[in-house]
Every structure is written in structure tokens, then in C-alpha cells.
């Protein structure tokens, strides 16, 4: 297959193509949701419920309500997240005391009577880099390779960002974009395993256990 450009648009997949397989740290990230919540239970959570929110915590917690009705909730403890050893993308086994930490901090969160009861479960990867700034730009020996990722768990806005800018790199126009943080930015290298490994467990074992005030 030949093609004129390229561009990678696969966030966590990337360095299993085997590009910037230092630069991009897959952590897999643990979500629940709810069943379809009455409008009085709506009303009870609040506005922060209802319109989206996260915390900036150690291990960000994040949650929203769906177009179904659903609370949707991630993070917010060390069992929201895992890495593979070796950097694999493909979402590991699903762990049933990793899920229940995650929907014990939901209930801290939105205390109240229990009649959310969660429905779905799921995991994905996320591109993690190693100060949590994303890149993007265009590489490759005829500059033809244009690529956008480590949005480290900022995604559904960066990819849409990202469209924008990558378009306009393609078109030649690079200028409204040359002063921003992430173009053409260099991420920082990530020692490779073992050491990425015992970093990653050391990391986690001293952080994440994001305190609340009570």
C-alpha cells in the first residue's frame, strides 16, 4: 500500500507501530456507569453532576451524565489505573476488586440512596507522557508522517483539537499554531522495562490516594 501521508491517529496504539515506543507511557483506565437515574435523583446530585466534572487529585476523578440518564464515573484511587508490563495496549483481564474501588469511590462522590446501580464496566488505554503534555506535528524523511497524540487521559477534547491542527499542517499552514505548547513538541523520554515498570509501581505505591476533606 502507498499513500502520499500518513497521519497516526492512534494514541496508545502508537508505539506498538513502533513509533515513539519511549516517549508514550499505555496506562489502562477503569469506568463505570450507572443505570438510568430518575430526574428527582438528577436534581439531588446537582449541577456538577449533570454537566460533567473532574478534580485535579492525584488520580483524577472524572464523571458525567449520558445521554441515557446514566451516572458515568472513572478514577479517583489507584485502582481506576494499571500498566502492562512491556507497554501492551490490550486492555488486561477485568479485575472485580479494581471495579468495586472504582464504584466505592463513586458512592463517596454521590452519597445517597443506592438505587444507582451500575451496569457497565469497561477499561481502555491511554497515552501517557511523561510530564502530561501531548505533540503534534508532521516527521519522517519527506515529512509526510503527521501525528497527534499522549493526550494522558484529555482526549475527547485534544483528538478534536487535533483534527483542526493536523489539517491545517497537511494545507502547509503552520503559523497559527507554531507558538502553542504542544506543536512540534519533543516529549520527554521514559526509560524502558524494567525500570519503567519499578518507576511506575514506585509512583503509584507514594501517590494516588487522593485525600478528601470530610
Known sequence: MRAAAVVLATNAYTPSLGYFRDRILPLHSRVVATTPLAAERWAALGRIARSGFADDLDRIAFGCRTPGGRLLFGGGSNAAYSYRFGGSPVTPPRAASQFTEVERRLREYFPGPPEAVVEHRWSGPLAITFDRVCSMG???????????????????????LAGRVLSDLHAGNHDDWRDLPFYQRRMPWIPPEPLRWAGFRAYTALTGRSPRQH
Open 138 to 160: 508532521v516527521m519522517g524523511e519527506h515529512r509526510n508522517v503527521y501525528y497527534a497524540l499522549g493526550y494522558s487521559g484529555h482526549g475527547l477534547a485534544l483528538a478534536a
